[in-house]
């Protein structure tokens, strides 16, 4: 995958007010969370590493612009 893909994603809002992703829209599938491995912030977006069975995925929230982008995808062999 080269460029971002625009996702759309559903999110649980914590107590904090910050939205923890729990399902997203990829293609034509609906991908269920199951765990999330990882999450950071650069200067411009939210980075969340997921796992949803054997897949792992890594979407970022541009929270200035409301997008939501898949950036990376690996599924085991």
Known sequence: MKRPFEITVF???GHKGEQTPQS???GDNTIFV?????????PDHRYFKLKAGSEVY????????SLW????????P
Do not use: G, K, P, S
């Not at 199951?34 to 650069?42: G, K, P, T, V």
């Not at 982008?69 to 085991?76: D, K, N, P, Q, S």
């Open 24 to 26: 997203f829209i990829f």
């Open 11 to 13: 999110c649980y809002e």
């Open 34 to 42: 199951e765990e999330i491995l990882d999450q950071w912030l650069a």
């Open 58 to 65: 890594i979407i970022r929230h541009d929270a200035q612009n």
């Open 69 to 76: 982008e898949l950036v990376f995808y690996h599924t085991a």
